[in-house]
T-cell receptor, first 112, second 113 residues
Framework: SAVISQKPSRDICQRGTSLTIQCQVDSQVTMMFWYRQQPGQSLTLIAT?????????ESGFVIDKFPISRPNLTFSTLTVSNMSPEDSSIYLC?????????FGSGTRLTVV | KQEVTQIPAALSVPEGENLVLNCSFT??????LQWFRQDPGKGLTSLLLIQSSQREQTSGRLNASLDKSSGRSTLYIAASQPGDSATYLC????????????FGSGTKLNVKP
């Protein structure tokens, strides 16, 4: 299966600032997915990122808050903008590989 | 809309026991179902992937079954070990939206030495 390197693994940020999370895949993939997991909750899809086009956001998530870049078939970034304590979550990227999902190791974000 | 439920939410067993985790889904028009393991504060590790045409998949001490008609899947863990302690999540992909997995809320397993 594909191997995903996700950075940073964790961060503590001040409210009002932004954090960019990076995911690098060891093979070319068409789509990359970004998920959020709030404390004690399951995963919620934020957006789907295709190379060369705008990301598709799920209901409740907007581009101004969670801008995504997908410059090539192996790399994507998610930015969490103007952060508030409610953004404290684990953020995960994933790719579709052999019809199943492979996940990065996650970014644990705490906003203070 | 597909809804995925996992029961129980938490489970504590002594080492060596065999155990079953349950996953149910409301819409049987699935493409596949995947079981994951998540350690605290970490990402997800794929355990087993079952296509809609399959009845079960096995990997080591793990066996996952799928019954589409009843909307159920089970994950059987044989001879549990303390290292199995983690949260187990199931996720379903429907035939209507290939790009979206619907996740259950997970079962938190604690295997006591």
């Amino acid at each position: 299966s594909a191997v995903i390197s996700q950075k940073p693994s964790r961060d503590i940020c001040q409210r009002g600032t932004s954090l960019t999370i990076q995911c690098q895949v060891d093979s070319q993939v068409t789509m990359m997915f970004w998920y959020r997991q709030q404390p004690g909750q399951s995963l919620t899809l934020i957006a789907t990122a295709n190379q060369g086009s705008e990301a598709t956001y799920e209901s409740g998530f907007v581009i101004d808050k969670f801008p995504i870049s997908r410059p090539n078939l192996t790399f994507s970034t998610l930015t969490v903008s103007n952060m508030s304590p409610e953004d404290s979550s684990i953020y995960l990227c994933s790719v579709d590989y052999d019809y199943g999902y492979t996940f990065g190791s996650g970014t644990r974000l705490t906003v203070v | 809309k597909q809804e995925v439920t996992q029961i129980p939410a938490a489970l504590s067993v002594p080492e060596g026991e065999n155990l079953v985790l349950n996953c149910s889904f409301t819409d049987s028009a699935i493409y596949n179902l995947q079981w994951f393991r998540q350690d605290p504060g970490k990402g997800l590790t794929s355990l087993l992937l079952i296509q809609s045409s399959q009845r079960e998949q096995t990997s080591g001490r793990l066996n996952a079954s799928l019954d589409k008609s009843s909307g159920r899947s089970t994950l059987y863990i044989a001879a549990s070990q303390p290292g199995d302690s983690a949260t187990y999540l199931c996720a379903v992909r429907t035939i209507y939206n290939f790009n979206k997995f619907y996740f259950g809320s997970g079962t938190k397993l604690n295997v006591k030495p």
